[in-house]
């Protein structure tokens, strides 16, 4: 499908048909699976402009840049032109945080946009300039890369950590005692995960590195990918010889496609260099994404790498006994898999020396908002206001931590720690100063999980759609003491009725506004 | 040790086989557990999420949850009616579920559920979502307005009849029941009256033509005992 939309724009009804045949099934059953992904689209259009949606771009101005363009090329909100020309709208965090404010061309981000750079943009498209003539600025993405610490600090050439592996017990030791544990969220032991995998009977075995880095505001997974992939395919590559897996997959979020290119040729060196293919008993493929933010959640990529609508499966079986194609599977965060990484070249004892009890290591820090955003890699246990200040933050408002699935942050918080036991990380760090008014970003989490919910489980489908819907009233002064109570409630069943992660934690974000910062609901006398 | 393996539901000792489901040993001891999206001669399935009891001081979906020895779980408390009842409202919120204009009503395992966990009122602002009928079929009548997405129609018509008819389209509130069909519409798929998936809907979204009202209203299914006493459809 992506090849289809590479050459089309979209997905002509005559491709999904031919497709259908290919593969003996109906085409509705083709359009089941790609109506689930917001990045295909269905009907035709030469340009198609998504501004990633989030609150830190929202607070830059996203919206009068988008309307800019929508007035200069006379068009509404997410309608293609008569004449098929152009289509712009809205999509869900692209991962350009710290790129000011940004958005999917045709698929590729366009960043730091301005209005003179809009006013180009306009040109562009009225003159049908296409895309790959466009300014190269146009598609700068800088890295800053603010505070490094030894991860970052590192540097490996392909095959330097896998040439001077040691014997699996001893590898299992190393693994062992760096006591990583899952970047992804979860923050499950890695050694454990691994161990699990490996000890279920199967004639083969599946690592997958989970780079569907979507939780609103992160990138650090974008950089690693960029700058540091050897730490990432190598990490796979050891997961590999430790739980005797012969297929890897990176599951690369379809906002990332602009990497594909870069990364295809790093797995091509490395098969030069026999450390993937045949003679190495183990390969890795790369699976696009296509705009499915669940598909973060391990269960729900198993089934978008198997070509299905991205629904999270019940649990168990977990994947480590029954994942891809039922095959015992290591799903792994693409910072996981550079950690491990560096826990073999280093050593498990000496990777464990920094960090807390619970949290070995250092962890990747995506900060955006208002302050010097970028990454920031530091030891667990460091405090919130010790992250603030390296980010020269001030007049701080609030901190939302880990995304819109995360918690919010206030000042009494801020001496806390980063680490399992306290303020657990998935990367995303959002900085809001005093001038900001958070029922904006209440809002836009709220459409941010209506948008993204997969639709499977009741809660989650109604649920988000709901809370959306009964933010926006209250927002809109129409809010009564009944409205908060359904709030309430809603972030109840979302929490502990819901089928997965998504949707118990789709109500945090209302939950933790409502007991901390009440006065964002305004109610009716 | 089989003759030993019991779980321990509102108190009450419970015996299961392996590999049945909390569901399952429920259903076989007679106690009903409230659910929409699950048949028992289908794969389960966990989306609505009514069955949802707390296993252990965790709330999970009965129908998914393996039974294990000595689980202590509740499923008539309170609370967790209450969170029914909140689904159910739900369910009733996104689509548009007229009961007294229904063929359905007092055969309805959704309006049963409501009544016996006393869904009095309606309570959120209702979606009023546009959908369309597809009366196209001879013998049969697919009313989208109805369609809780459970599913059940869909995995029976792929797991049971081998004939694929249903699929799902799009995602989040978004997701809509469609026909496997070139047109789109049931008179151009292989659906037939004896089909498993005509006999699986919860709702009134399938029925059959020409039957409508043989039972008169007073004399239904659930007009005689609630949904928790009878014997379900899927007895």
């Keep these: 499908m992506h090849a289809i939309q590479a050459r089309f724009n979209y997905l ?20 089941s699976v790609s109506s689930f992904y917001h990045l295909f689209n269905h009907s035709p259009r030469a340009y198609d402009i998504r501004f990633s949606h989030n609150i830190i771009e929202i607070y830059q101005g996203k919206a009068a840049l988008m309307q800019q363009l929508l007035d200069g090329l006379q068009l509404k909100q997410g309608q293609v032109r008569p004449d098929l020309r152009v289509c712009v709208d809205n999509t869900s965090c692209i991962g350009m945080s710290d790129q000011g404010i940004s958005a999917l061309v045709n698929g590729l981000p366009v960043t730091h946009l301005t209005p003179a750079r809009i006013t180009q943009m306009i040109e562009l498209i009225e003159q049908s300039i296409p895309i790959s003539q466009w300014p190269a600025t146009f598609f700068q993405i800088d890295h800053r890369i603010q505070h490094k610490n030894r991860l970052l600090n590192s540097q490996i050439k392909a095959g330097d950590v896998l040439t001077k592996l040691s014997d699996k017990a001893q590898m299992w030791q190393t693994l062992q005692q760096a006591g990583i544990r899952g970047c992804g969220g979860a923050g499950f ?42 730490w990432v395919i190598e990490g796979m590559t050891i997961a590999a010889q430790l739980i005797e897996a012969n297929q890897g997959f990176i599951y690369l979020r379809g906002e990332y496609r602009y990497l594909l290119p870069m990364l295809e040729a790093v797995l091509a060196q490395r098969r030069r260099l026999g450390l993937l293919g045949p003679a190495a008993g183990f390969d890795i493929q790369i699976y696009l994404g296509a ?15 198997e070509g299905q609508r991205g629904i999270p499966r019940a649990v168990p079986p977990y994947p480590v006994n029954h994942g891809y194609l039922g095959w015992p599977t290591v799903v792994n965060n693409v910072e996981t898999l550079a950690q491990v990484t560096l826990a073999f070249l280093i050593g498990g ?87 900001r008014d958070l029922s904006a970003m209440v809002a836009n989490f709220a459409q941010f999980f209506a948008a993204e ?63 901390q910062r009440p006065d964002l609901y305004p109610l009716k006398a | 040790m089989a003759e030993t393996a019991e779980i321990f539901i509102d108190g009450q000792r419970v015996a299961f086989q392996a590999e049945q489901t909390i569901m399952m040993a429920a259903h076989a001891a007679g106690i009903y557990i409230p659910h929409l999206c699950h048949h028992p001669e289908l794969k389960p399935h966990g989306s609505c999420r009514l069955c949802v009891v707390e296993v252990n001081g965790r709330k999970l979906s009965a129908c998914t949850t393996l039974a294990q020895q000595g689980q202590i779980i509740h499923n008539q408390r309170a609370d967790l009616i209450a969170s029914r009842r909140c689904v159910l409202q ?50 049969i009548l ?52 004896g089909d498993k998936a005509m006999q699986v809907c919860p709702v009134g979204a399938l029925l059959s033509k020409q039957t409508a009202y043989q039972t008169p209203i007073g004399a239904r299914l659930y007009d005689q005992k609630p949904i928790a006493q009878g014997e379900a459809h899927d007895g």
């Excluded at chain 1, 290919?22 to 085409?27: K, N």
């Excluded at chain 1, 705009?291 to 391990?298: I, K, L, P, S």
């Design chain 1, 12 to 31: 002509p009804a005559f491709a999904l048909a031919a497709l259908a045949d290919a593969l003996q099934c109906s085409v509705a059953e083709i359009h």
């Design chain 1, 189 to 230: 032991p890695v050694y454990q995960k691994w161990r699990l995998c490996q000890a279920t009977p199967a004639k083969q075995r599946i690592i997958v590195c989970n780079a569907d880095e979507g939780e609103p505001a992160t990138f650090k997974d974008r950089v690693l990918l960029s700058d540091y992939p050897e």
């Design chain 1, 291 to 305: 705009g499915a933010y669940v598909c973060g959640a391990e269960t729900a990529l198993l089934n978008s790498l």
């Design chain 1, 349 to 435: 004892q000496h990777f464990a020396q920094i960090g807390t009890a619970a949290s070995k290591g250092t962890k990747l820090f995506s900060v955006s908002g208002d302050c010097q955003a970028g990454i920031y890699e530091l030891p667990f246990g460091t405090t919130v206001a010790e992250l603030l200040a390296l980010a020269n933050a001030t007049e701080v408002q609030a901190v939302q931590n880990a995304g819109a699935a995360g918690q919010l942050l206030l000042s009494p918080d801020f001496h806390r720690r980063f680490c399992f036991d306290d303020v657990a990380s998935t990367g995303s760090f959002m900085v809001f100063n005093r001038q």
């Design chain 1, 453 to 515: 919910s997969c639709g499977f489980c009741t809660p989650c489908r109604v649920g988000t759609r709901l809370m959306a819907k009964t933010v926006e009233k209250i927002q809109a002064g129409q809010g009564h003491a009944r409205d908060v109570d359904d709030l309430t409630d809603l972030c109840h069943l979302l929490r502990h009725h819901s089928h997965c992660g998504l949707g118990s934690s789709a109500g945090n974000h209302i939950r933790d506004t409502l007991t």
């Design chain 2, 90 to 139: 739900l369910l009733f919120v996104e689509g548009n579920h007229v009961c007294p204009a229904c063929e359905k009503s007092g055969d309805c395992q959704l309006q049963a559920l409501a009544y016996a966990v006393e869904m009095i009122s309606p309570r959120f602002a209702h979606f009023y979502p546009q959908r369309t009928v597809d009366a196209s079929h001879p013998d």
């Design chain 2, 142 to 193: 697919l009313d989208y307005n109805r369609c809780i997405l459970c599913e059940l129609c869909l995995r029976a018509s792929r797991d049971v009849d081998h004939k694929n008819v249903f699929s799902l389209q799009q995602r989040g509130d978004k997701t809509h029941l469609s026909v496997n069909s070139a047109s789109g519409q049931l008179a151009d798929s292989t659906l037939a009256l």
